[in-house]
């Protein structure tokens, strides 16, 4: 498929690599990534004993993966690493956005 052209910008057909259909990289826009490390319920009453030093149990498991989000939407899972002293997440799945929900 030819280069074709829309509002001014060039678009391109998908790579052998996987690259979006008319996407050259988008650079400059600000977008929400966050982890999810698990998910707890709790009542209004439980919540407001909630201090420093206590604890708060999630449902999953030390070695389950981690979810990732970008603005608001699951995208991904990973592990949880360390880097220099810091948490980060290493991706392990790319999650399809056609089949799956956030």
């Given at each position: 498929m030819a280069d074709e052209q829309r509002d001014g910008a060039?678009?391109?057909?998908?790579?052998?690599?996987?690259?979006?259909?008319y996407g050259a990289p988008?650079?400059?826009?600000?977008?929400?990534?966050?982890?999810?490390?698990?998910?707890?319920?709790?009542?209004?009453?439980?919540?407001?004993?909630?201090?420093?030093?206590?604890?708060?149990?999630?449902?999953?498991?030390?070695?389950?993966?981690?979810?990732?989000y970008v603005s608001g939407r699951r995208f991904a899972r990973g592990e949880v690493v360390t880097v220099n002293e810091r948490f980060g997440v290493r991706i392990t799945e790319i999650v399809n956005s056609e089949a799956g929900a956030p």
């Open positions: 060039a678009l391109t057909a998908p790579t052998a690599a996987g690259a979006p259909p988008v650079q400059g826009i600000a977008v929400t990534v966050s982890a999810e490390l698990g998910r707890a319920w709790a009542t209004l009453e439980e919540l407001l004993v909630v201090g420093e030093q206590s604890l708060i149990e999630l449902d999953k498991t030390v070695s389950a993966p981690v979810e990732l």
